[in-house]
T-cell receptor, first 112, second 113 residues
Framework: SQTIHQWPATLVQPVGSPLSLECTVE??????LYWYRQAAGRGLQLLFY??????ISSEVPQNLSASRPQDRQFILSSKKLLLSDSGFYLC???????????FGNGTRLTVT | GNSVTQMEGPVTLSEEAFLTINCTYT??????LFWYVQYPGEGLQLLLK?????DKGSNKGFEATYRKETTSFHLEKGSVQVSDSAVYFC????????????FGKGTTLSVSS
C-alpha cells in the first residue's frame, strides 16, 4: 500500500533562518506531488505541485521554493523565513490530476 | 475560473443532530467533487467523492450528491457524534492534466454530548 511521510511534525525557526521540509511517498511511482499551506482562517492554499522529477509549478510567488530531486521526494525550502511563513504545511500525492489527494500529517511551522 | 464556496462555520451541534454543510462550485467542463475531513492536528483524509452528475458519495454515515443543476455538493449526516468534530473541506478537480484540487475554506464542526 502507498504511504506518505512528512517531517518534521513541528518546527520553530527564527525570522531569517533557512527552511527545509521533506516529503516522501512509498508504494507508487511517478506520483503527482503537492505542497499546501493552511494558515489560520484561510483554508488550504496550493503552493507548488509537480508532475515529474524536476518539474515544479508554482501557484503563489513568494520566498518559498520546491524541488523534486527524486521521483517520490518533494522538498519545500526557503533561504530566509518571514513571520508570515508560519502555518501548517501539508504534502500530498495523487496518481493523476483528477485522482483524490492523499495527505501527510503536516508540519506545524512557527516563525518567531 | 474554477472555485469552491462552502458555508462558513463554526457549526455547533448536539450529538445525534442532523448535519448539513453547504458547498457550491463554479467550474467549466465536468469536474469531480470531494469532501475531505481534518481531525485536530492531523492532515486531511478523503471522506467521500463523486465523479459525475447525480452520483452520491457516502462514507461513515456521511453523504453528498453531485447536483449539476444547482452546482452543489452538500454534505449531510443524519446523526452526528462527538467524534465527528473536525474541519470539513469541499474540493473540486477540474479533471485536466497539470491542475490540482481546488479547496473551499473549510467548515469547522463541533459536536457536544
Amino acid at each position: 500500500s502507498q504511504t506518505i511521510h512528512q517531517w518534521p511534525a513541528t518546527l520553530v525557526q527564527p525570522v531569517g533562518s533557512p527552511l527545509s521540509l521533506e516529503c516522501t511517498v512509498e508504494g507508487t511511482s511517478n506520483p503527482n506531488l503537492y505542497w499546501y499551506r493552511q494558515a489560520a482562517g484561510r483554508g488550504l492554499q496550493l503552493l507548488f505541485y509537480s508532475v515529474g522529477i524536476g518539474q515544479i509549478s508554482s501557484e503563489v510567488p513568494q520566498n518559498l521554493s520546491a524541488s523534486r530531486p527524486q521521483d517520490r521526494q518533494f522538498i519545500l525550502s526557503s533561504k530566509k523565513l518571514l513571520l508570515s511563513d508560519s502555518g501548517f504545511y501539508l504534502c500530498a500525492w495523487s496518481s493523476t490530476s483528477s485522482s483524490p489527494l492523499h495527505f501527510g500529517n503536516g508540519t506545524r511551522l512557527t516563525v518567531t | 475560473g474554477n472555485s469552491v464556496t462552502q458555508m462558513e462555520g463554526p457549526v455547533t451541534l448536539s450529538e445525534e443532530a442532523f448535519l448539513t454543510i453547504n458547498c457550491t462550485y463554479t467550474a467549466t467542463g465536468y469536474p469531480s467533487l470531494f469532501w475531505y475531513v481534518q481531525y485536530p492536528g492531523e492532515g486531511l483524509q478523503l471522506l467521500l467523492k463523486a465523479t459525475k452528475a447525480d452520483d452520491k458519495g457516502s462514507n461513515k454515515g456521511f453523504e453528498a450528491t453531485y447536483r449539476k443543476e444547482t452546482t452543489s455538493f452538500h454534505l449531510e449526516k443524519g446523526s452526528v457524534q462527538v467524534s465527528d468534530s473536525a474541519v470539513y473541506f469541499c474540493a473540486l478537480s477540474a479533471n485536466q492534466a497539470g491542475t490540482a484540487l481546488i479547496f473551499g475554506k473549510g467548515t469547522t464542526l463541533s459536536v457536544s454530548s
